[in-house]
């Protein structure tokens, strides 16, 4: 793991870099002005050369100083190496801009004002005291400097202009130590709020996964009456073909072992629907034909007894075409849909189921049609609320509408609804369609109740 991946030190590491980028700008202006001082203006003469080769020092440990905190390995106390770097890249910067001050006019150099920007790195680097060790090793170097160069100030204005200038240092560092330490402190709380809004949106997701999975059961526990039915017609006839072979075993049919098979088939066949069906959706895309999911969806609901008693109108465009969408997530939307429309048209006469598919500009449409009660136009626009329902007490959730909605959101699409009371309710679900590059990555075909 690299020095930049760890939480703890990644910060550190950043400014570092940064630090390190900044002194590639600086070498450089250091080295030009040194060189077009000696070609031109002639200001710090004869100490032009010398200003330009410090620049290219400044340049050259900047590459082993970069090279140190990108190629060395994973050192076993980062801190440690962290630190040591900082310190090796001030303490350098240190030397040269105490020299630079040298070459340029010593007391009266106009760099001077750079000791203080140079501190206020040090503090953004630096723990508090450690940024305080490092103006006071500022001011010692300085101050060495002078006194080795016999420059040191002897009369009162230099000397308050000295003090003033080491007062500045400690000040500077003071001011950005404050500043910085609430700009961490209020990095660490974002950081705190960051991993509780992840791991509160992970509790959501959660929860919503087992609401569409809860809306599944409710459907399964609507369709539960004929699923029993159709599963009791195979096993009253494998009975009684078991019950004739019992009392007649010396003259068996032929076709008897096959008939048995076909039921248990029969019987296999329902349980992985409903399995199929009940079992938590892959969040993995699919791309299957769109009049193949909603005839899937209509089969899946030959068990309700009431949909056998309605008229279904499939009005299936030929070029509907294909759509990539998840795992059941389709078919879940439209049960939850066909189950509604049987439960507005209870009390129709003559109930009608509508289902119309279409493409229109890159986007596959189905609409679900009925001819019963309507709904009010008040609850139109409450209509995909959770917890909102119009069925009465204990006959509704609430919650499939929304959940619907939500499904054909994850899939970049959407829902609408228009109805008109005793007219009946038309739903609309809009899907992209899909393109040949997802058609090519999977080429799932829609067969069975696994899609």
């Not at 950005?176 to 509780?196: D, E, F, K």
Request: proline residues 4%; hydrophobic residues 45%; aromatic residues 8%.
């Amino acid at each position: 793991m690299h020095l930049r991946s760890n939480t703890k030190h990644g910060l550190w590491f950043s400014q570092l870099d940064w630090f390190i980028r900044l002194r590639w700008m600086a070498g450089a202006i250091v080295a030009l002005c040194g060189w077009a001082d000696y070609r031109w203006t002639h200001w710090f003469a004869p100490s032009s050369l010398a200003i330009s080769a410090l620049g290219i020092g400044i340049l050259i440990y900047n590459v082993a100083l970069r090279w140190s905190l990108h190629s060395t390995k994973q050192p076993r106390d980062r801190r440690r190496f962290l630190m040591a770097i900082t310190w090796a890249q001030l303490l350098l910067d240190m030397i040269c801009l105490t020299v630079l001050v040298l070459l340029t006019g010593k007391l009266r150099s106009p760099l001077t004002p750079f000791f203080v920007l140079h501190m206020v790195i040090a503090s953004l680097l630096l723990p508090r005291r450690m940024a305080y060790t490092g103006a006071l090793a500022m001011i010692a170097l300085y101050g060495t400097a002078l006194w080795l160069t016999n420059s040191f100030p002897v009369e009162r204005a230099d000397r308050l202009l000295t003090a003033g200038r080491a007062a500045t240092l400690l000040i500077a560092v003071h001011l950005a130590n404050h500043i910085t330490s609430s700009l961490r402190r209020q990095h660490r709380r974002v950081v705190r709020q960051n991993r509780r809004i992840r791991a509160m949106s992970q509790q959501l997701k959660q929860q919503q996964d087992a609401m569409i999975q809860h809306q599944k059961m409710v459907a399964m526990g609507q369709m539960a009456a004929g699923v029993t039915h159709e599963i009791a017609n195979p096993l009253a006839s494998m009975d009684s073909l078991l019950q004739l072979m019992q009392r007649k075993a010396d003259s068996i049919r032929p076709d008897a072992v096959v008939t048995l098979r076909e039921q248990i088939a029969r019987i296999n066949q329902i349980i992985q629907q409903m399995k199929a069906f009940a079992h938590p959706a892959e969040m993995q895309q699919a791309t299957a034909d769109l009049n193949e999911v909603v005839e899937q969806s209509l089969h899946m609901l030959r068990f309700d007894p009431r949909l056998k008693q309605t008229q279904i109108d499939r009005q299936y465009s030929e070029d509907a075409g294909s759509l990539s969408f998840l795992p059941q997530a389709l078919q879940q939307v439209l049960v939850n849909l066909i189950i509604n429309a049987l439960d507005a048209m209870a009390q129709t006469s003559q109930p009608r189921l509508t289902i119309c598919t279409r493409r229109n500009e890159g986007w596959c449409f189905i609409d679900v049609s009925d001819n019963g009660c309507g709904i009010e136009p008040d609850h139109l626009g409450r209509l995909f609320e959770p917890f909102f329902t119009t069925k009465p007490v204990g006959k509704g959730t609430g919650l499939g509408l929304s959940i619907s909605y939500t499904l054909i959101q994850k899939q970049a699409g959407s829902i609408s609804v228009r109805s008109q009371v005793k007219a009946g309710t038309t739903f609309t679900i809009r899907l992209p369609v899909a393109t040949d590059t997802s058609r090519n990555r999977e080429t799932t075909r829609a067969d069975g109740w696994s899609f």
